[in-house]
């Protein structure tokens, strides 16, 4: 399979990243786009082509009744992972859209989250794609596990 050239938001990363406190500013521009992000305070801390991972701070907007992280501030950070690491990932000739979530609840959260999501590059193929993602303690131990399924389609001719 022949390399692929950058996508404009695997630049766009590569190139603020290198700034001073860039990965915040990344992450910021992310949630400029996509507002509802912005809710979380999500950090990209690491993003490469079929791969990204997104930190949630644990504070009190983030948690639910019994002080832990709620899952739904979870699963913003786990989309928010996903379509980064779409964006970054996709061929060129490809779209995708996201069409349901997937999710089991494994642990109470109870520190920072760090949420990941990974694909393999032969997985971006015109149909469904179920992007696994997995969300982490500080401990290591997964909080919750699952897949955001997308779908994939070619980009219409010009």
């Known amino acids: 399979m022949a390399q692929q050239k950058p996508t404009k ?3 766009l990363y590569n190139r603020v990243t290198r700034l001073p406190y860039g990965n915040k500013i990344f ?3 992310v949630s400029r ?3 509802y992000f912005g809710t979380i305070r999500p950090l990209i801390t690491e ?3 079929h791969y990204c991972e997104c930190l949630i701070k644990k504070r009190n907007a983030v948690h639910n009744h019994i002080k832990t992280v709620h899952v739904i501030a979870i699963c913003n950070g786990l989309e928010m992972a996903m379509g980064v690491m779409a964006e970054a990932s996709i061929p060129s000739h490809l779209r995708w859209i996201p069409k349901g979530m997937s999710l089991d609840y494994t ?3 109870g520190s920072d989250i760090r949420c990941v999501a ?3 590059p032969e997985q971006w193929v015109e149909g469904d794609l179920l992007v696994p993602v997995t ?3 500080d401990n290591d131990v997964v909080v919750v596990e699952g897949h955001i399924k997308l779908w994939i389609s070619a980009k219409p001719p010009r």
């Open 135 to 137: 969300a982490y303690d």
């Open 118 to 120: 990974e694909v393999k």
């Open 47 to 49: 993003l490469r082509p």
């Open 107 to 109: 642990a109470k959260a």
């Open 33 to 35: 786009m996509a507002p």
């Open 27 to 29: 992450s910021l521009m």
């Open 9 to 11: 938001v695997m630049k």
